[in-house]
């Protein structure tokens, strides 16, 4: 009887050690859902060691199906989180009727007005930095036990030890120069051995690199930019993760990435998307494709893959609270799949805004991306995607300075061309614009001198469209692509407490660190960036107003942005000589001659008067109010 009891007591202690909390149970994802989600049919992904045979409960959730793979250390759980309480519930997963697992899992409660969030639009600017070349706000996190790369500031390619504080520092830099958004490179773990810096390549969805910080100062971020006024948008990834994410090692089905079997490389052409004539191999290549070796491309073709997508994003949107999205690779994806992709966050989110780098080089072509686009109703396609790119504007921005004297395509033309084809876009207004980015040439690398960059400038921020700055391009700051994408991910100078140079505050400022600020160069790149967006930040004409552009006279460009209370007028002068512009040719436009202003010098201008001389390479905004 006494070791009868014994064995009662002993088996009874075995039994609850096995059904502690997630005991074994290596993943659970998402690791949370919120009540009164748009997306209450959660499907929860369970991971665990042959967990397939189990069979699954859950008190006050109800399961609406259970999706299994050929790995058995998967479950695919849908849970119905609709009309339900936030709070804790617990799923059981049983053996012969017997707890093994108990799983809690949280429904929290969703902030107020979430679903309202307004994402960025024509009326921001936004501020695209790579987080790990901005500034080291923290020299704590430098290295991390959990990630394979060290700290090393002298690799080009390595990682600097820039963070999440290090941004959180500079929000009134940031602010101060006129942006309103900030775009970081992505912040979720890279495990990489080598070039994890560029973060594109994620090792874990739900988790902030520990070298940037954690998932609650990422938090703690936007919630800081709010404060100021910036918002934060969030650079997703739905093309490909890392070779190094842990599912890797147990992919849920053969299919969550394209397999031939294994390795094939993406042939890059992004035009197979669309091509009537394409041969499917070509389209198959460029779509399943691997972008490279270490980016194992995800098929969003697969449901499974597809919805794990989806609810990450909503996660990540949810749980730091971010005002909208930046989709890396979107025309790589499968077109149907990231489509549906788009759909979903968007019927969460109504007034959110996702751009999508569509890096292409024609409009019809950007355009067929956009939502409710012409041209891609012509093949009955729809990629609810809110916000291209201009990298047709990119194009012609790299070449036009160059170009001194206007021939028949050249010069300002390039530039004047651009917006000729805006009527191939439904919503020319959600474009995003902007002189380089962490992927092309620095602008300030073509074109050394400082008169064609505040050209650029001054049609970067009074064209249609949402101008976007990359960290750096405010003081004039240089790199070359062709010696390697490091060259042009520059650390910010300043941003690290042994750097001689600050950047970040004027040449006149003093510091406590005896770093000298900003050279007379970068100043007068800085001013004359944080002059024209903190002026385009009240300028309604320039945000919303119609274009009326002028075709382009001896590489001199004049458009106007025009609402029915004001109106601006931009000139710009791209030839090496001074030119006396007869302003009789605008009078559609400008009717009377009242005392105007230009916001570049100060000087009023009499629009009144015959003519209007312009210097050689000089560029005017001129408001009429
Ligand atoms: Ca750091």
Redesign the pocket.
């Known amino acids: 009887m006494k070791s009868n009891v014994f064995i009662l007591i002993f088996s009874i202690i075995s039994v609850y050690s096995l059904a502690q909390k997630n005991q074994t149970l290596a993943h659970i994802e998402p690791p949370n859902w919120w009540a009164g989600m748009e997306h209450h049919e959660v499907e929860i992904m369970l991971h665990g060691k042959n967990i397939s045979n189990l069979t699954i409960d859950a008190k006050g959730l109800t399961i609406l199906g259970v999706q299994k793979t050929e790995n058995p250390n998967y479950l695919f759980v849908t849970v119905e989180t609709k009309n339900i309480a936030a709070g804790t519930y617990t799923f059981h997963l049983l053996e012969n009727k017997k707890v093994k697992y108990q799983v809690d899992y949280e429904i929290k409660t969703r902030a107020e007005n979430s679903k309202e969030r307004m994402g960025f639009n024509n009326s921001d600017v936004l501020y695209l930095l790579m987080p790990d070349r901005f500034a ?7 290295n991390d036990p959990t990630v394979v790369e060290k ?1 090393n500031r002298s690799l080009p390619g390595g990682r600097h ?3 999440i ?2 941004i959180v520092d500079h929000l009134d830099y940031i602010k101060d120069l006129g942006a309103t958004t900030i775009w970081p490179t992505p912040l979720l773990e890279d495990n990489d051995s080598a070039y994890s810096y560029h973060t594109y390549g994620q090792s874990d969805l739900y988790r902030v690199d520990p ?2 910080g954690t998932n609650e100062e990422y938090k703690n971020f936007v919630t800081e930019a709010h404060k100021e006024s910036l918002k934060v948008i969030q650079d997703v990834v739905p093309n490909h993760w890392g070779s190094r994410h842990w599912m890797m090692n147990d992919l849920p089905t053969y299919t969550w990435i394209h397999q031939f079997p294994g390795y094939a490389q993406s042939n890059y052409r992004m035009s197979t998307q669309m091509d009537p004539n394409v041969s499917a191999i070509d389209q198959k290549m460029c779509v399943d494709g691997w972008f490279v070796r270490s980016m194992p491309d995800l098929n969003q073709s697969n449901p499974l893959v597809l919805n794990y997508l989806v609810q990450n994003t909503i996660w990540w949107m949810e749980y730091a609270n971010l005002d909208g999205l930046r989709v890396d690779t979107y025309s790589y994806n499968d077109k149907e799949g990231i489509a549906k992709w788009t759909k979903k966050i968007m019927e969460e989110y109504p007034n959110t805004n996702i751009v999508g780098e569509v890096w292409m080089h024609d409009q019809a072509h950007q355009s067929y991306w956009q939502k409710n686009s012409p041209i891609a109703a012509i093949q009955s396609y729809n990629s609810h995607l809110p916000s291209v790119m201009d990298f047709t504007l990119l194009d012609a921005l790299n070449q036009a300075f160059n170009e001194k004297n206007q021939n028949w395509d050249q010069g300002m033309v390039r530039v004047y061309e651009n917006f000729v084809n805006d009527f191939l876009y439904d919503n020319p207004n959600n474009i995003l614009l902007f002189l380089e980015n962490h992927d092309t040439q620095r602008f300030n690398e073509i074109y050394a001198n400082i008169a064609d960059y505040k050209l650029a400038m001054t049609i970067l921020a009074t064209v249609r469209g949402i101008p976007q700055i990359y960290y750096g391009t405010e003081i004039g700051m240089k790199g070359n692509k062709n010696l390697g994408d490091a060259d042009i991910r520059h650390d910010f100078p300043g941003g690290w407490k042994e750097d001689k140079d600050n950047a970040f505050v004027s040449k006149d400022s003093k510091n406590e660190n005896s770093q000298s600020g900003r050279n007379q160069t970068q100043d007068e790149y800085f001013n004359f960036t944080k002059k024209i967006l903190n002026w385009r930040l009240n300028s309604k004409a320039v945000q919303e107003g119609k274009t009326i552009q002028f075709l382009p006279e001896n590489n001199l460009y004049v458009f106007f942005r025009i609402l029915p209370t004001e109106k601006v007028m931009v000139i710009v002068n791209n030839s090496n000589d001074q030119q006396i512009l007869t302003l009789n040719r605008f009078r559609e436009v400008i009717s009377t001659g009242k005392m105007c202003k230009d916001i570049i010098t100060g000087n009023n201008i009499n629009l009144a008067n015959e003519k209007l001389i312009i210097g050689a390479k000089t560029s005017m905004i001129i408001e009429i109010k």
Do not use: H, V
């Not at 080291?136 to 430098?142: E, P, R, T, V």
């Open positions: 080291n706000g923290k020299i704590s996190n430098d700290m030890g820039g963070d504080q290090g070298r940037y």
